[in-house]
């Protein structure tokens, strides 16, 4: 279980949340600006809360007075807006970046699952931008992470790649059981994919439910 407790001084409000979760999905939604994707830098390790505590399982992330968990050291996964595929390296290798040690991973059901095991030798440029967030998937899932953070991942997509994307990210879900904590600004989207709807403004956790995943 995810566990989240934290306080940050930002520009125009002090983040202030508490939440947790379990082996599900859930959707961070609010307006531009509300610390969403600052709760995923926290718990990632790019950002350092100013009070409070992270912890997942066992693992205590971050907590008030201590040296908080190196990012190296965070079983995380974390796939970005834009999707932050080094340009220079094909497919494959962005996909084992990040990998030290033993590629004990098998990579063939992941890539399978989300159609891109053709597209192996492939560089980013020569990729659309639903192959590209299918990359940035399966490069955050082949760490082997215990939790997958996902920041507005579809909102480049048009509609129709999007909804496949959707589907994916469900069934991706289901592969790994870990949570999924996904920041997104589209309410249907949010209504398909969480199990859990956290909306945030200004800082503040107005409203925490369980969604019964019908649009």
């Not at 494959?92 to 030798?121: C, F, M, S």
């Not at 309410?187 to 199990?195: F, G, M, Q, R």
């Amino acid at each position: 279980m995810l566990v989240v407790s934290i306080q940050k001084k930002l520009a125009d409000f002090t983040l202030d949340v508490t939440f947790s979760l379990d082996r599900e999905i859930a959707a961070l939604v609010g307006p531009s600006g509300s610390g969403k994707t600052t709760i995923l830098n926290s718990i990632a390790g790019l950002v350092t809360p100013d009070a409070g505590k992270i912890q997942l399982g066992a693992t205590l992330f971050y907590e008030q007075g201590k040296h908080p968990l190196p990012v190296q050291k965070r079983r995380v996964g974390y796939v970005f807006q834009d999707y932050a595929l080094f340009p220079h390296m094909t497919v494959e290798r962005n996909i084992w970046y990040g990998r030290h040690g033993e590629q004990t991973l098998k990579l063939e059901p992941l890539l399978a699952a989300v159609g891109i095991d053709h597209l192996l030798d492939k560089y980013p440029h020569q990729l659309s931008g639903g192959q590209k967030q299918r990359v940035a998937l399966v490069r955050a899932l082949a760490t082997e992470p215990d939790i997958l953070l996902l920041d507005e991942p579809l909102s480049a997509l048009d509609a129709d790649t999007r909804r496949e994307c959707q589907d994916e990210l469900l069934r991706l879900h289901e592969m790994w059981n870990i949570p999924f904590l996904m920041v997104t600004h589209d309410k249907d989207e949010a209504h398909k994919l969480a199990d859990v709807i956290l909306v945030m403004d200004k800082g503040k956790l107005r409203s925490q439910h369980t969604n019964n995943n019908e649009p």
